[in-house]
């Protein structure tokens, strides 16, 4: 990603830098040293948790994700198509009389388009938030790392990316071990 | 408080490796040790027991994939394999000879298969409900138990969806159940609850999945970066997949753990996301599986049949899917929590008291369901619902109502007693016998109900055959034999959950957590 300021940082051997990873010990340390980060005014950077961290968007600065929404049009849109196909399919298509009942009775349709509903909107969710998330992506620089592989075990990071317009490798590295990074290593592209 | 250092130093050091485990500040008297919960209100007993680290959890849950399998799983998972099998030739001998085979007759036109159908789809509303209704409810220790219960939702609803399947008479029809063009351009009547019975069905199997296999992404990721690690840290070692062969296994757990996590790398902006994604399929999940045992009662309900034709099937047969269900669940997590090293540590007592205590409520709402339907055939002043239900009682089939009665009423009533409801022992126990009460529920509202209907000259019996039977047997192994391949291949507990509900998760986590924050 080019960075805002056009300067691209790259090794001593050439090549390119994805940013700066830092290791916490603890959950405690990584909210405060988050906070820290977010004070900065540092915006392309991220914080790696074995789990979800109570209040970690805030301590991010991270907006509300909007995805609840997109799933709740999706239900809809899936409800009304399933009703659609029914009404189309019973009423007009092909009109059978069964049990006495009138052609297009939306009261037995009902079932169905509570169902296709649920399910459009299950999908929805899965897949919105694979894809908002950037998902599947099965290589990452961050993988490079084996120290970063903790992160699914007991450790805590936080990686500030070089294409942050504030990145600056001595000053990015010294707010990190100002917040009481254990580590501080650089991560290859 | 105390003079203890502060917790966030004393884990630092101890996951650095500078310091020994800590003795429990105050775990040591909540409870009893074994998560157990006690009278004082305001101390909550531990949901993972004996203080264990992060990494321990990692490494107790992955070991169970990790790990050679103990020793009695392989004898386990052929005996339920071969059961599998069986059932696999005795549905092909029936495709190929007719459900003729089958004990039905022009009276009990429905019997066994049904049963066995609504048996099963019941089961499988225990792990929505626990993955779904108890989230929303923030019920925290339901992460111990929640990824077995969903797998074996979706187990227990591919054994329940092979019945519908089977039963149709022409089973490569079967297709025609959905609303896919055919060559006589008629679609199928949606004004029919077998219709909603096939979407309310195929819907919740994949809402499940779906739910069950997000659930697992970062446990997936867990996996893959721990055979990633071994590799890197032995490039030229491990254990290879079959003798003579140069594949080892880490490389293919890598392979395919890797590519089953989509690339997950515990980004905080993605956990955001997906606990919002979380709750939302929570959230929609709830109304879908009150729904679909709802609908599956409707089969019944809708008809003019006495005994089917009642009002309170909905709710009734909810409860009792819900019953049911837990009585599986704790099937199969007791003796797990047996034979596995440290799942105690997971699924405590408590859980198990838990569970129990539902077992109790829902036992009692549907003891109040058998009693109401009662009430109503008689108060209704309709003589063929009446006769219907003195039939179930003291007809040719007294023994399956009675069976019925003792095993879902009478038995959970032992759980008033704490002592009881603690015992893993007696929680097993009553647990077969709500699952025998539940299969016979089934068993009697269907058959009782179909065998003497309106006209008595063609009143009729049931006999099972061979066939009804072994299809029935071998579904049982069936689901255990997938159940089995889950506690081998996957990640059992919801590692990253679970580790999200012990004290040090917090970020605020300090030493007088008990004291209110």
Redesign the interface.
Same mark, same amino acid.
């Given at each position: 990603m080019p960075r805002a300021t056009g300067k691209v940082y790259v090794t001593e051997k050439g090549e390119a830098i994805h940013g700066i990873l830092a290791e916490f010990?603890?959950?405690?340390?990584?909210?405060h040293a988050?906070e820290h980060v977010r004070d900065a005014g540092y915006s392309k950077w $991220?914080?790696?948790?074995? =789990?979800?961290?109570?209040? #970690? *968007?805030d301590? #991010?600065g991270?907006k509300?994700?909007k995805?609840?929404v997109a799933?709740a049009l999706m239900?809809f849109a899936g409800a009304g198509l399933a009703f659609l196909?029914?009404h189309w399919?019973?009423g007009v $298509?092909?009109p059978?009389m069964?049990?006495g009942?009138p052609y297009s009775?939306w009261q037995? =349709?009902v079932?169905?388009t509570? *169902?296709?509903g649920?399910?459009f909107?299950?999908?929805t969710?899965?897949i919105?938030?694979?894809a908002?998330?950037g998902?599947?992506?099965?290589?990452?620089p961050?993988?490079k790392k *084996?120290r970063f592989?903790a992160?699914? $075990? $007991?450790?805590f990071f936080v990686c500030i990316e070089a294409c942050d317009g504030k990145f600056d490798p001595d000053a990015t590295r010294a707010l990190l071990e100002k917040a009481g990074a254990?580590s501080i290593e650089l991560v290859e592209e | 408080m105390t003079t203890h250092p502060h917790p966030?130093e004393i884990?630092?050091k101890r996951?650095?490796g500078l310091s020994p485990a800590p003795k429990p500040p105050h775990h040591g008297d909540a409870g009893h040790g074994d998560g157990t919960l006690i009278d004082t209100p305001g101390i909550r007993p531990p949901l993972v027991l004996n203080n264990r680290? !992060? /990494?321990e959890v990692?490494d107790i849950i992955c070991g169970y994939a990790e790990n050679k399998p103990p020793r009695w799983w392989h004898p386990m998972a052929a005996i339920t394999g071969l059961m599998a099998t069986m059932m696999g030739a005795f549905i092909l001998y029936l495709v190929i000879t007719g459900i003729g085979t089958w004990g039905l007759n022009n009276q009990v036109d429905w019997a066994w298969d049904i049963t066995n159908f609504v048996f099963w789809i019941g089961i499988g509303h225990a792990g929505t409900l626990i993955s779904a209704i108890l989230c929303l409810l923030k019920q925290k220790w339901r992460t111990a138990v929640n990824r077995s219960a969903e797998a074996m939702t979706i187990f227990a609803v591919i054994c329940a969806a092979t019945f519908p399947g089977i039963h149709v008479g022409r089973q490569w029809m079967a297709w025609m159940l959905f609303?896919i063009p055919n060559a006589n351009?008629?679609?199928?009547? !949606?004004?029919?609850?077998l219709?909603?019975d096939v979407?309310?069905v195929s819907?919740y199997g994949?809402?499940s999945f779906? !739910?069950w296999?997000?659930g697992m992404v970062?446990d997936l990721?867990?996996l893959?970066?721990?055979a990633?690690?071994r590799l890197?840290a032995n490039p030229d070692g491990g254990a290879l997949l079959l003798p003579f062969i140069p594949v080892r296994i880490d490389a293919i757990r890598a392979k395919v753990y /890797?590519?089953l996590a989509? /690339?997950?790398?515990?980004?905080?902006?993605?956990?955001?996301?997906?606990?919002?994604?979380y709750l939302?399929?929570a959230g929609?999940?709830t109304?879908?599986v009150l729904?679909v045992h709802s609908?599956v009662s409707?089969d019944f309900a809708t008809s003019i049949l006495p005994g089917w034709h009642t009002t309170i099937f909905p709710p009734y047969f909810v409860a009792g899917a819900i019953f049911g269900g837990f009585a599986m669940v704790l099937l199969l997590l007791i003796p797990a929590r047996e034979l596995y090293p440290n799942m105690k540590d997971f699924v405590t007592t408590r859980h198990l008291e838990n569970m129990a205590k539902i077992l109790l409520l829902t036992g009692m709402m549907v003891g109040f369901a058998y009693s109401m339907e009662f009430f109503i055939a008689w108060y209704g002043g309709n003589e063929y619902e009446l006769y219907c239900f003195q039939n179930r009682a003291f007809g040719p089939y007294w023994w399956a109502y009675w069976t019925m009665i003792s095993c879902n009423v009478i038995s959970p009533q032992l759980f008033w007693f704490k002592k009881l409801r603690t015992t893993p022992m007696v929680i097993f126990i009553i647990s077969v016998f709500v699952t025998i009460g539940m299969w016979f529920e089934r068993f009697v509202i269907i058959v009782t109900s179909l065998h003497r209907a309106f006209l008595p000259g063609e009143w009729g019996m049931f006999h099972p055959t061979a066939v009804d039977i072994c299809i029935f047997v071998g579904s049982l192994g069936l689901f255990t034999h997938l159940f089995l391949l889950f506690l081998r291949f996957l990640p059992v507990f919801p590692?990253?959950?679970i580790?999200?509900v012990m004290p040090?998760?917090?970020?605020?986590?300090h030493d007088d957590h008990q004291g209110g924050h």
């Amino acid at each position: 990603m080019p960075r805002a300021t056009g300067k691209v940082y790259v090794t001593e051997k050439g090549e390119a830098i994805h940013g700066i990873l830092a290791e916490f010990a603890t959950p405690a340390a990584l909210y405060h040293a988050a906070e820290h980060v977010r004070d900065a005014g540092y915006s392309k950077w $991220d914080t790696f948790t074995p =789990f979800p961290i109570h209040g #970690m *968007e805030d301590a #991010m600065g991270v907006k509300r994700t909007k995805l609840p929404v997109a799933v709740a049009l999706m239900a809809f849109a899936g409800a009304g198509l399933a009703f659609l196909m029914q009404h189309w399919m019973a009423g007009v $298509d092909y009109p059978l009389m069964h049990q006495g009942k009138p052609y297009s009775s939306w009261q037995a =349709f009902v079932p169905i388009t509570f *169902e296709l509903g649920v399910l459009f909107a299950a999908f929805t969710s899965l897949i919105g938030m694979l894809a908002l998330n950037g998902l599947p992506r099965w290589h990452h620089p961050l993988f490079k790392k *084996e120290r970063f592989l903790a992160s699914s $075990d $007991d450790r805590f990071f936080v990686c500030i990316e070089a294409c942050d317009g504030k990145f600056d490798p001595d000053a990015t590295r010294a707010l990190l071990e100002k917040a009481g990074a254990t580590s501080i290593e650089l991560v290859e592209e | 408080m105390t003079t203890h250092p502060h917790p966030d130093e004393i884990t630092a050091k101890r996951l650095a490796g500078l310091s020994p485990a800590p003795k429990p500040p105050h775990h040591g008297d909540a409870g009893h040790g074994d998560g157990t919960l006690i009278d004082t209100p305001g101390i909550r007993p531990p949901l993972v027991l004996n203080n264990r680290t !992060f /990494g321990e959890v990692t490494d107790i849950i992955c070991g169970y994939a990790e790990n050679k399998p103990p020793r009695w799983w392989h004898p386990m998972a052929a005996i339920t394999g071969l059961m599998a099998t069986m059932m696999g030739a005795f549905i092909l001998y029936l495709v190929i000879t007719g459900i003729g085979t089958w004990g039905l007759n022009n009276q009990v036109d429905w019997a066994w298969d049904i049963t066995n159908f609504v048996f099963w789809i019941g089961i499988g509303h225990a792990g929505t409900l626990i993955s779904a209704i108890l989230c929303l409810l923030k019920q925290k220790w339901r992460t111990a138990v929640n990824r077995s219960a969903e797998a074996m939702t979706i187990f227990a609803v591919i054994c329940a969806a092979t019945f519908p399947g089977i039963h149709v008479g022409r089973q490569w029809m079967a297709w025609m159940l959905f609303p896919i063009p055919n060559a006589n351009a008629i679609w199928p009547n !949606f004004r029919s609850p077998l219709l909603w019975d096939v979407f309310a069905v195929s819907t919740y199997g994949t809402v499940s999945f779906l !739910f069950w296999f997000m659930g697992m992404v970062p446990d997936l990721a867990t996996l893959r970066d721990r055979a990633d690690k071994r590799l890197r840290a032995n490039p030229d070692g491990g254990a290879l997949l079959l003798p003579f062969i140069p594949v080892r296994i880490d490389a293919i757990r890598a392979k395919v753990y /890797g590519f089953l996590a989509v /690339g997950w790398r515990f980004s905080s902006r993605h956990w955001h996301r997906y606990e919002a994604a979380y709750l939302v399929l929570a959230g929609i999940s709830t109304p879908l599986v009150l729904s679909v045992h709802s609908i599956v009662s409707t089969d019944f309900a809708t008809s003019i049949l006495p005994g089917w034709h009642t009002t309170i099937f909905p709710p009734y047969f909810v409860a009792g899917a819900i019953f049911g269900g837990f009585a599986m669940v704790l099937l199969l997590l007791i003796p797990a929590r047996e034979l596995y090293p440290n799942m105690k540590d997971f699924v405590t007592t408590r859980h198990l008291e838990n569970m129990a205590k539902i077992l109790l409520l829902t036992g009692m709402m549907v003891g109040f369901a058998y009693s109401m339907e009662f009430f109503i055939a008689w108060y209704g002043g309709n003589e063929y619902e009446l006769y219907c239900f003195q039939n179930r009682a003291f007809g040719p089939y007294w023994w399956a109502y009675w069976t019925m009665i003792s095993c879902n009423v009478i038995s959970p009533q032992l759980f008033w007693f704490k002592k009881l409801r603690t015992t893993p022992m007696v929680i097993f126990i009553i647990s077969v016998f709500v699952t025998i009460g539940m299969w016979f529920e089934r068993f009697v509202i269907i058959v009782t109900s179909l065998h003497r209907a309106f006209l008595p000259g063609e009143w009729g019996m049931f006999h099972p055959t061979a066939v009804d039977i072994c299809i029935f047997v071998g579904s049982l192994g069936l689901f255990t034999h997938l159940f089995l391949l889950f506690l081998r291949f996957l990640p059992v507990f919801p590692i990253a959950e679970i580790k999200a509900v012990m004290p040090q998760a917090s970020p605020h986590h300090h030493d007088d957590h008990q004291g209110g924050h």
